[in-house]
């Protein structure tokens, strides 16, 4: 017994001073010798009249995360705002939507199916076990040197569940629809301690084709817990591509007034491009650095040198209503130390300390989100009331009903708290894997659906949408599955 226990340990040995880790590691982008293509300036237009533009953001949180955005995107879906000339649900306005770990596998297959074809999503995903693939032995010694090299499993794990059951060997040119929304997926960039976005500006930086990186590799970045996922490895060899970096980004490496998040993410951009000891960036869960997955949006919002940007100018003049939801699937903390003087234990305090984390993180980002939209309305209204009336009139083909003052700006942070005590606690029962029985699942869909139900300011805001289009019967009448 002994004898066989030293030669594991021996093994354990020999394979540590080899440096033997994971498998297949990356990198997941390929260098080119001609610089990429620069993220585009503003989300997509609306293709009907542009009144209403959708905004979402899928917190991270495994298969329970995806489970809660499936529910939001399934009642948006439901919920009629127009008949004619053809029917339209709110989930025909989504034009951006981003998402961190489990909230970035709905995020991107929303942005890869379509807002027809996402729908089998449950199927698809949430009850399957997407753990199928990875190593989950807590008792192997070959894990345990994995584990101290950086991290248990490889791209063999997820990513490769993501490619053969999901996204079929699709890369981010499936995104480029002329209908479909902005996608942002959100990992988290470990040497410079930013979020990482997946965008053309941080890959044209890395002289490197986003169009060309695999949405499975992506979202496995966005996903990859600490320790149970090796980092996801991003090539930045640095070479000759003609590179210049973009105004917005030069504009806020000068600016002294700049906003701390924006001077952070252009540093790092420009350190992929130009700092000499960085030629790998690797990436780990984005909820390290954002866990709703809102930083696509700050980002854009913070970077624009307009009044109106990300919109483009003719959106924001046709523009009467943004709805900006955060579907937050992180769990309220359950304790029972709370009522004695002593504790929590060792095992209980060290999750105190990590949900302590995320909240007061997410309360920073719910702030700064809110924050960032009320100024955005205050500048779209001046940029609005300053036009002329030819500059309207050519933005939205007439100057009937135009006030340049009705334009509103809704943020809401859906979560769990939204629901009834004892749904909350069924919920926040939920783990946080990436497989899940299907029970909960679907008690998870149905909490996403009813979060946006009771909603006040939303549903007031959607009552506002369906008046001015002449809807007229009660919403519950109009929505349905479909």
């Known amino acids: 017994m002994r004898l066989a226990f030293g030669r594991v340990l021996a093994i354990a040995a020999g394979l540590l001073s080899a440096g033997c880790v994971a498998d297949d590691v990356g990198p997941i982008n390929v260098l080119t010798s001609q610089v990429g293509l620069a993220s585009p300036e503003f989300i997509p237009d609306p293709g009907d009249d542009g009144s209403t533009v959708v905004g979402l953001a899928f917190s991270g949180g495994g298969t329970r995360a995806a489970a809660f955005a499936y529910g939001v995107l399934r009642e948006l879906d439901d919920m009629v705002i127009d008949e004619t000339p053809v029917r339209r649900s709110l989930a025909d306005d989504i034009r951006m939507i981003s998402g961190a770990s489990g909230g970035a596998v709905a995020a991107s297959y929303f942005g890869y199916k379509g807002r027809d074809d996402y729908r089998d999503f449950r199927e698809k995903f949430l009850i399957q076990n997407a753990e199928a693939n990875l190593r989950k032995s807590t008792l192997s010694p070959v894990n345990l040197i994995r584990a101290l090299n950086g991290g248990v499993n490889d791209r063999n794990g997820f990513a490769k569940w993501l490619d053969d059951n999901l996204f079929n060997g699709a890369t981010y040119e499936d995104f480029r629809r002329p209908d479909g929304p902005i996608v942002w997926i959100n990992a988290s960039d470990i040497y410079n301690r930013t979020p990482f976005l997946f965008t053309y500006d941080t890959f044209a930086a890395l002289c490197s084709d ?50 701390v998040r924006l001077k952070a993410y252009a540093g790092a951009i420009r350190s992929y491009h130009e700092t000499d000891s960085l030629d790998y960036v690797k990436l780990l869960d984005g909820g390290l650095t954002d866990n709703l997955g809102i930083t696509g949006f700050t980002i854009e919002r913070s970077a624009a040198g307009t009044p109106y940007g990300p919109l483009s100018p003719a959106a924001a003049v046709k523009l009467r209503k943004l709805l900006f939801i955060v579907a937050d699937a992180g769990r309220a903390a359950e304790v029972n130390w709370g009522d004695t003087i002593r504790g929590p234990r060792l095992g209980n305090l060290l999750e105190a300390v990590t949900e302590t984390t995320m909240a007061a993180l997410v309360r920073d980002q719910l702030d700064a989100l809110t924050f960032a939209v009320g100024e955005w309305r205050g500048e779209l209204i001046r940029y609005r009331c300053g036009l002329s009336a030819e500059a309207v009139r050519r933005h939205r083909g007439t100057l009937a009903g135009w006030n340049c003052r009705d334009v509103q700006l809704v943020v809401e942070h859906l979560s769990f708290g939204d629901l009834d005590p004892s ?16 029970d909960q699942v679907d008690l998870t869909i149905a909490a996403g659906r009813e979060a946006l139900r009771v909603n006040g300011p939303l549903q007031r805001a959607v009552a506002e949408i369906r008046m001015s289009a002449g809807v007229r019967e009660p919403l519950a009448m109009a929505s349905g599955t479909r």
């Open 210 to 259: 986003l169009d060309k990186v695999r949405l499975a590799d992506a979202v496995a970045a966005s996903a990859a817990v600490p320790v149970v996922f090796a980092p996801v490895v991003v090539s930045a060899l640095k070479p000759d591509c003609g590179y210049r970096q973009p105004e917005w980004l030069s504009r806020a490496l000068a600016d002294p007034d700049a906003s």
């Open 423 to 438: 749904q909350q606690a069924k919920l926040n029962r939920v783990p946080t894997r990436l497989s899940l029985p299907v």
